[in-house]
């Protein structure tokens, strides 16, 4: 969807010469990089990795989970955080 409204933008709007593009463009810009690099690792991750239910385990070592938490603790953290 991402890819979709960027190319559309571009399409419509067209590059008139010497201005720069508005933040919600390069918002989406971002995003749509985000998306895909993480659809690219969850892909590769299903490959990787063995089946979950073959295993009876959650497939990460107790260093790996807790490294996952702390990505999603920082995670909330960059979006609740209010620099003054």
């Known amino acids: 969807m991402n890819f979709t409204t960027v ?3 571009v399409q419509i709007v067209g590059d008139d010469g010497d201005w720069s593009y508005a933040q919600g463009f390069w918002m ?3 995003s749509a990089s985000m998306s895909s690099i993480c659809a690219f690792l969850m892909a590769l991750n299903s490959f990787i990795l063995p089946p979950f239910g ?3 385990e959650m497939g990460l070592s107790g260093p790996q989970r807790v490294f996952v938490i702390q990505i999603m603790l920082f995670i ?3 979006a609740v955080y209010e620099p003054a």
């Open 7 to 9: 190319g559309l933008f």
């Open 54 to 56: 073959k295993r009876g």
């Open 76 to 78: 909330f953290w960059l």
């Open 28 to 30: 989406t810009v971002c």
